[in-house]
Nanobody
Framework: QVQLVESGGGLVQAGGSLRLSCLTS????????MGWFRQAPGKEREFVAR?????????YYADSVKGRFTISRDNAKNTVYLQMNSLKPEDTAIYYC?????????WGQGTQVTVSS
C-alpha cells in the first residue's frame, strides 16, 4: 500500500506558473511509475504526464500540456513534481497524483488548480 499527498495547487492568472508536489509514503518509491492526471468539472479524469513504467526515466505528456508542463521526481525525497508554466483557463481542474506498480494504481486526494482569465 502506498499513500500519496498532493500539494501546491491554488489560484493563478492565465500565463502564470504553479508547481505541484506529490509526497509518497513507503520505501519503494523508485519502483513506482509516477504520473499526474486531472479532472475538470463535468469531465472525465484525463492523463497529463507520467514517467515510463519500463525505465522510470522517460517521460510522456498529453498533447494539451506538452511544452508547458514538466514532470520530475526526487527519489531521495519520495516526491514527484509537476511544473506548470504558461497556464491557461482550460488547465483548471483537480490534479491527482498517480502511482502505478504492475497493474495496480494508487491515487492521492487531489489538489485544485484554478486559472483565471
Amino acid at each position: 500500500q502506498v499513500q500519496l499527498v498532493e500539494s501546491g495547487g491554488g489560484l493563478v492568472q492565465a500565463g502564470g506558473s504553479l508547481r505541484l508536489s506529490c509526497l509518497t509514503s513507503g520505501r519503494t518509491f523508485s519502483s513506482y511509475a509516477m504520473g499526474w492526471f486531472r479532472q475538470a468539472p463535468g469531465k472525465e479524469r484525463e492523463f497529463v504526464a507520467r514517467f515510463s513504467s519500463k525505465n522510470g526515466r522517460s517521460t510522456y505528456y498529453a498533447d494539451s500540456v506538452k511544452g508547458r508542463f514538466t514532470i520530475s521526481r526526487d527519489n531521495a525525497k519520495n516526491t514527484v513534481y509537476l511544473q506548470m508554466n504558461s497556464l491557461k483557463p482550460e488547465d483548471t481542474a483537480i490534479y491527482y497524483c498517480n502511482a502505478r506498480l504492475a497493474s495496480t494504481d494508487f491515487w492521492g486526494q487531489g489538489t485544485q488548480v484554478t486559472v483565471s482569465s
